[in-house]
């Protein structure tokens, strides 16, 4: 991928562009009132010789005659770039004097004052204004005088260039200085990014937001709880290691001692008995791997996004039940399944949510009284789908809710051999599928409920 660019040529360039487009659109009307203009003073430079001309038409015998001398039509003949032309008529189209290849007005044009045309002489593009005129004695006579456009399009070609030099002038001008308004306004910026920069790898201190621009306080601010939450995560992870360490620990001391045991003594059944405990903390730490793993599983499907399937709620539900109906049986407890008759579906991973239910009906079956009841139920609601797991044994003291779904966290009182990770297990798949779970009491009598929502 290529570099992205930085937030100063960013702003320049979208400060640039805005520019430019204003500059060239006032340069566009700068140039048009320009060349009106110069057109108007071309023009009146024509009308003032037109009227000129038209004075030097005069009644000789009853004719019109166009009196001026040689001397007089120089003047017109002065310009080098320039051709001039000219014309004196009758307005029948009697030509007296001049070219006679420019065109007369249409009839009736001139009653109003003189007319400026644009036409067409030997293959020439010209600018002709005619002038009705009469002579003493009252006969009339239309002077006409064209000149071609080599000098009105030099001018205004050189006005358009002066144009366009004067504003890109202006424009790098103003560039540079909103330049070195954007290198002052960024200051702050880069010396928070150095500031940054400069941190040690483990320091996560929130930034000072004292001096930062209002623009980016947002920013900051988000950083710094961006930055609380890795020293959160930081922190939950090495107690998440140290918590580690003493699940194995325990069950390794425990090993090594009865190998000992099993070393130095001679009677068969003794030492029976410290292989038999040997075995059983080689089955709880091989519990605790499994349960880890799970975890790691779950977590990953947090971060990563599920795979998803179409999953039959219902069937997940029959086959965990299923999974711990020996466990139940062996406890005495009555396993009951409560399905809707309408399948219920949900987009998700079947092999997640058959470990979330399996950990919720087990720890159920485990913990709840013996010869009593273990109730699943699975409904339908108007927001979504509800999975309640609820048993009737001497259930959770309040005080340890806020924990429950911890890592490692078992309650006090708690019996059997478990590792703490099966509710922060379930915690972590319900999060990845979106959905919610908490820990309710029971409607009746005491016991344990767990609630799992989809929306």
């Known amino acids: 991928m290529g570099r992205s660019l930085s937030l100063k040529t960013l702003l320049l360039l979208l400060v640039a562009g805005p520019l430019l487009l204003l500059m060239l659109v006032e340069s566009a009307v700068s140039y048009l009132i320009s060349m009106q203009s110069t057109k108007l003073l071309f023009d009146r430079w024509l009308l003032n010789s037109v009227h000129s001309m038209s004075k030097e038409v005069h009644v000789e015998r009853d004719r ?146 004292g001096q930062v621009p209002t623009e980016v306080r947002g920013l900051v601010e988000n950083s710094n709880q961006l930055l609380s939450r890795i020293d959160t995560a930081i922190s939950a992870r090495e107690q998440f290691i140290g918590n580690i360490a003493h699940q194995i620990r325990t069950p390794l001391a425990g090993m090594k001692l009865q190998a000992q045991l099993a070393q130095d003594e001679t009677d068969p059944e003794k030492v029976q008995v410290a292989l038999l405990q040997i075995s059983h903390a080689a089955d709880h730490m091989a519990h605790v791997n499994s349960q880890l793993m799970k975890l790691a599983r779950a977590e990953a499907a947090f971060g990563r996004g599920l795979r998803t399937e179409r999953v039959d709620l219902n069937e997940v539900v029959e086959h965990c039940c299923a999974d711990n109906a020996q466990l139940a049986h062996e406890r005495g407890i009555h396993l009951v399944m409560r399905l809707p008759e309408q399948k219920l579906f949900l987009d998700g991973e079947f092999t997640l949510l058959a470990e979330m239910v399996r950990n919720l009906v087990e720890n159920a079956v485990k913990y709840g009284s013996e010869n009593g009841h273990v109730w699943v139920e699975l409904t339908e609601t108007l927001d979504g789908i509800s999975l309640v797991v609820e048993d009737d044994g001497p259930g959770i003291s309040q005080d340890d809710w806020p924990q429950i779904f911890d890592r490692f966290f078992r309650p006090v009182d708690s019996s059997g051999d478990g590792c703490g990770l099966g509710l922060a297990i379930v915690r972590e798949i319900a999060l990845a599928h979106g959905a919610s779970v908490q820990i309710q009491d029971r409607m009746v009598g005491s016991g344990a409920r767990f609630v799992v929502h989809f929306n």
């Open 64 to 209: 019109l005659q166009f009196t001026a001398d040689r001397s007089f039509l120089e003047v017109f003949e002065w310009d080098e770039l320039d051709e001039v032309y000219f014309q004196v008529a009758t307005p029948d189209g009697e030509i007296i004097a001049g070219t006679e290849e420019l065109a007369l007005p249409p009839p009736g044009t001139l009653e109003s004052g003189p007319l400026f045309r644009d036409l067409r002489l030997d293959g020439k593009n010209v600018r002709a204004v005619s002038l009705f005129t009469q002579a003493d004695n009252g006969l009339a006579a239309v002077v006409t005088i064209a000149e071609t456009l080599v000098r009105r399009q030099t001018m205004t070609a050189d006005l358009l260039r002066d144009v366009l030099i004067s504003k890109a002038l202006l424009l790098v001008a103003v560039l540079l200085l909103i330049a070195t308004a954007f290198d002052r306004g960024l200051n702050p910026l880069i010396r928070l990014g150095r500031a940054i920069g400069q941190r040690s790898p483990r320091d996560l201190t929130l930034i000072d937001v």
